[in-house]
Structures are given as structure tokens and as C-alpha cells.
């Protein structure tokens, strides 16, 4: 089905996408504290008190029609999944950074590591697990979305939600329910895939550490 692989497909690109920008600002959040801090956090949680449907609207209008005539394209659809699942990305990141002291930021500063060099070395290998849970919550719900596939998907670029409400109309719900199983089994198993991983990096890790301190 279309649909599904758009999904899919929408899915782990939209959540690796959300996480890894994310991931970004929150830890320039983090270094720079007071004001930056504050406005880090207020761009990626104000698109939770605005209406999915209003997200939607206003994507459909601005990004639809010239200059940029995104309509009936996954693009748009990836855009508007970015900007409303915003604050879970930035709830899963801040969850992830919040573990990592800054005690060990400042000692790979002190061996003169640059600030990209510590944050892809030594960061970013100990925010996996939890960006990784994140990232598993992101693509749950840009799967799931159906305000804004509902207004932004159609037959030209089709995804999950909108295959549901077609097959809905029609009243054919036994192949609704095949499809409702279909997705299930297919987004439980990439979430414990990607769980999996997440957990295999910390078992990774602390074999590392284990073997180093021997």
C-alpha cells in the first residue's frame, strides 16, 4: 500500500530530522544558559499550544501554492509533521541531555577538544539511548498523525491517516481493520527495533567503561 510505505517512510525521516535539530539546540540552550536558554525553549514548545488543524492551514496556504508549490508532495506533508511534533522532539532531547553532566563537557574542554569534537565524541554517544526512545515517540506519532494528513495528504502523496478516512468513507471495514493491524505490526516493530538499539549502546558503553577502569 502507498500509503503505509509513505508513512514509513515520512516517519523515520521526520523523527531523525526532528531529533537531530533538536538535539542541536537544546545543547546550544544548554551552553549558552539565560536568555538563549529561555528562547530555545519557547521555539520548540510554543506549537504546543497552537492547534493541529491551524499548523495545518497554515502550511496548506503558505508552502502550497508559488513560490514554493509544495502541494501534493510528501515535503509539505514532512514539514508539518516537523513543526507540530516540535515539542515532543524537544521533550525527548532535554530528557536525553539532562543526563550527561557538564562536568564531563568542561573535561573534554580542559584536553582541548573543540566544542563539535566533544559534542559528536563524547555528547552525542551518551544522549543516544534517550534520543533514541525519542526518536521511537516521533515516529509513533508522525505514523498516527491525522489532523494534519487530513488536510495536507491525497491521492497524488497518500499516507496512513488518509488512507484510513478513505476506506472509512467507503464503509469497507474489513480491509480497514487489515490495515489497522498491518500498521500496528509495523510500527511496534520498528519502535523495539530502535529501542533495542538505544539499550544495546548503553550495554556497549558500559563494557567499554568496564574494560577501560579494569
Known sequence: DPGTGNSILLGAIGATISMAVVSIMVHYGRERKGFSSQLVEGVTKVPGAISHIVFGVAILVTFAG???????????????????YLPQASTGAEVARGQVGN????????????????????????????????????FVVIVGD??????????????????????????????????????SLVTSAVVISALLIGRRSIITRGSSTQTGGG
Request: glycine share 8%; no cysteine; proline share 5%.
Open 146 to 183: 491525522l489532523t494534519a494528513s487530513a488536510i495536507l495528504a491525497g491521492h497524488t502523496n497518500p499516507v496512513v491517516s488518509f488512507v484510513f478516512l478513505d476506506i472509512w468513507d467507503n464503509g469497507t471495514f474489513s480491509s480497514l481493520a487489515t490495515l489497522g493491524v498491518l500498521v
Open 66 to 84: 508559488p513560490p514554493f508549490n509544495l502541494s501534493g508532495t510528501l515535503t509539505i506533508l514532512l514539514l508539518a509533521y516537523y513543526v507540530i
Open 103 to 138: 562536568e564531563l563537557m568542561e573535561a573534554s574542554s580542559m584536553l582541548g577538544a573543540s566544542r563539535f569534537q566533544t559534542f559528536r565524541k563524547v555528547l552525542l554517544p551518551l544522549m543516544l539511548p534517550g534520543l533514541t526512545a525519542g526518536w521511537a515517540l516521533m
